[in-house]
């Protein structure tokens, strides 16, 4: 897997990519289920799978005193997208200019002009831009004003409880490091 660190370092030769977007912090069942979708979808048309995450967590740029601890390193997170085939990973600096940057300028500027994705998908809880005030919608708005197709992938579930970072981080904060495990999808 090629790993690309800052938005100046994108390579070209991106053509044909399916792009996913987020922090992914553990790489859980959830997140495991959106990549193994593009993964899939990359395969199927001879394109490549594409991650975009962030480092550092937002909330520990915006917010320090309420960032969440982190489930892994960004190593280790690097390590299991690879494991799940996917083919590169743009880590994106985040920093207080990019928190500034509207949902739109972030979707036009960033996502389109700089990776040129055929397609696009996306968690549940999908949100982007300055104060997250992008949403699923105006990425698809925008996704067909640009000419890229952007999906969602449904929530997943593990024995009625919502497969998510903050759910995995309960879990070990409470000592279920079986349940947390199970949300995980490893140990």
Same mark, same amino acid.
């Given at each position: 897997?090629? @790993?690309?660190?800052?938005?100046?370092? !994108?390579?070209? %030769?991106?053509?044909?990519?399916?792009?996913?977007? %987020? !922090?992914?912090?553990? @790489?859980? =069942?959830?997140?495991?289920?959106?990549?193994?979708?593009?993964?899939?979808?990359?395969?199927?048309? %001879?394109?490549?799978?594409?991650?975009?995450?962030? +480092?550092?967590?937002?909330?520990?740029?915006?917010?320090?005193? +309420?960032?969440?601890?982190?489930?892994?390193?960004?190593?280790?997170?690097?390590?299991?997208?690879?494991?799940?085939?996917?083919?590169?990973?743009?880590? @994106?600096? /985040?920093?207080?200019?990019?928190?500034?940057?509207?949902?739109?300028?972030?979707?036009?500027?960033?996502?389109?002009?700089?990776?040129?994705?055929?397609?696009?998908?996306?968690?549940? +809880?999908?949100?982007?831009?300055?104060?997250?005030? %992008?949403? /699923?919608?105006?990425?698809?708005?925008?996704?067909?004003?640009?000419? /890229?197709?952007?999906?969602?992938?449904?929530?997943?579930? /593990?024995?009625?409880?919502?497969?998510?970072?903050?759910?995995?981080?309960?879990?070990?904060?409470?000592?279920?490091?079986?349940?947390?495990?199970? =949300?995980?999808?490893?140990?």
């Amino acid at each position: 897997m090629k @790993v690309v660190y800052g938005l100046a370092e !994108i390579p070209t %030769g991106l053509q044909r990519c399916i792009v996913t977007i %987020g !922090i992914f912090d553990g @790489v859980h =069942l959830g997140h495991q289920a959106l990549l193994r979708h593009v993964v899939a979808r990359a395969a199927e048309i %001879g394109g490549r799978a594409v991650v975009m995450t962030f +480092n550092p967590h937002p909330l520990e740029v915006l917010a320090p005193n +309420n960032a969440p601890r982190q489930i892994q390193t960004l190593r280790q997170k690097l390590a299991i997208m690879e494991c799940l085939g996917i083919s590169s990973t743009l880590v @994106v600096p /985040f920093d207080l200019k990019l928190a500034q940057t509207s949902a739109y300028d972030f979707a036009t500027k960033i996502l389109w002009e700089r990776l040129h994705p055929q397609e696009v998908y996306v968690g549940p +809880n999908f949100a982007f831009g300055h104060r997250r005030e %992008g949403s /699923f919608k105006l990425l698809r708005e925008i996704g067909e004003e640009k000419g /890229f197709w952007v999906g969602k992938i449904h929530q997943v579930q /593990f024995r009625g409880t919502r497969v998510s970072s903050t759910a995995v981080r309960q879990a070990l904060l409470s000592g279920q490091v079986a349940f947390a495990r199970r =949300l995980l999808g490893r140990p």
